[in-house]
């Protein structure tokens, strides 16, 4: 009898935040595949105390029916649960297959890097964001099967078509879309007055950083939902970068991008947008070797870069991003990482 691949399901107290989206898109995937529910089916309520109730319930209905040879793929952080699942899965005969969202040692400092290692090794292999989390975790002590997934999938029911329109370089748009917090983003307000050969449309609430206006080169839209942003947008490269400099990535943020896939990057792909990001960023080499953006080391960089920009070159980078979206859209990122990890 073939193993049962399995997964437990949660409630996701909404799927606006890109953590919970990019988890229930995983388990779309799951599904896909075969995949097993050893819990509750997915819910979407908004309460903490439901939240706990269903989550400890679909543990313990995962508890009872687990089976020796099962393959259980859980998705980090599974909060103050996660190594009594791995020890009830071994405790039956089955193997668990930990994919990373977001370690908690690195951005929230909630572990330390010792109990962070010392709690993933209840896993038998884990699949990183990309990796470069995947050598950090090795290089602190992690030590069953690594491998990674680079972007995160993402699902919707909106899809980009390739472009058949020629691109300006003398009057390219960038977009910066994203929760506008001063901590987060104030890069932004240094940005607005250094902007000369491109446009930058900003889709937030201004309200968080007090001080960003409008000018001729800069556009504030407001939020738009994620549906109609992958549907309407209106640009050419999407920008990945956080923190107040405009030379660097900085803050907890930005160091963060060393090591994390971020969602947005997913995001801006299956609106079709191409990447600008930071050189240092932990996904910087998929966009490069895939040829879906530009990587920089200061924002200053793009007005002489974007000019420096054919055409023909941000076509074929168009291109790229339509075959790459495709693949987001179905989820072959988690089902290509997924399989090597089985064969590890």
Known sequence: MANR???ISRNYRGVSSSGSKAKSDNEITLREMGAHNLGLPSTYYHSMIITFFLDLFGIIKLAVTLKSKDILVLQYPVKKYYSFICNCAHLHGARVVTVIHDLGSMRRKKLTVSQEIHRLMHSDSVIASNEAMAFWLRDHGYKHPLSALGLFDYRSKSCCSPSEHKVNPNALILVYAGSL???KNSFLLKAQSKIKN???QIYGNSEGLPGLTESDHLHI???MNSEDFIDHVKGDFGLVWDGDSLDTCTGSFGEY????SPHKVSFYLRAGLPIV???KAAVAPIVEKEGIGIC?????ELDELFQSLSSKKIYQMQQNVYR????LRTGEYLKTALGNALNL
């Open 221 to 223: 839209n407001g939020f």
């Open 277 to 279: 990001i930071w050189r």
């Open 324 to 327: 790459i979206s495709e693949r």
């Open 181 to 183: 917090a001063m901590r």
């Open 5 to 7: 691949l399995c997964y």
């Open 257 to 260: 991008l060393h090591w994390n």
């Open 198 to 200: 491109y446009q930058l």
């Open 296 to 300: 920089i080391d200061h924002l200053s």
